[in-house]
């Protein structure tokens, strides 16, 4: 009987490591929401990315839909900056000091030019 009573206690203390390991996530941490494991009140924010960082992408990479959607981001005047004008279904994308020449529809990057404008 004691025997049984050992082997019992013993599975269920191995059993609880190997339940952390096949839920990694404990209740109330963020799932994955397209930009891996992020706090959630960065879920939604363009990339994930925190205050004060951000990502620079590369061409052929696609830049999240609000960069390309939302008309802050958007430079108005190329020609200001010295970048050629955007083909039909493109548009310049101005996040911090990097200009992206975008697709408007899918937001596949053609274009990058860093640090376009310094000591913003």
Do not use: C
């Not at 191995?14 to 930009?35: E, F, Q, S, T, Y």
């Not at 994930?48 to 839909?65: I, S």
């Not at 190329?78 to 994308?93: D, I, Q, S, T």
């Not at 911090?96 to 990058?112: F, Q």
Request: proline share 11%; glycine share 10%; hydrophobic share 40%.
């Amino acid at each position: 009987m004691k025997i049984a009573m050992i082997a019992a206690v013993s599975t269920a203390l191995l059993a609880v490591p190997i339940a952390a390991i096949a839920n990694p996530d404990p209740p109330g941490h963020a799932k994955k929401h397209g930009h891996g494991h992020v706090p959630p009140g960065l879920a939604k924010k363009p990339g994930g990315m925190p205050p004060g960082q951000y990502k620079k992408w590369a061409r052929g990479e696609r830049l999240p839909r609000s960069y390309f959607t939302d008309r802050d981001y958007y430079v108005r005047d190329p020609e200001r900056y010295r970048l050629a004008p955007a083909p039909a279904g493109y548009r310049w994308v101005m996040v911090r000091d990097d200009a992206y020449l975008t697709n408007t529809s899918n937001g596949l990057i053609a274009n990058v030019i860093l640090g376009l404008v310094q000591g913003r």
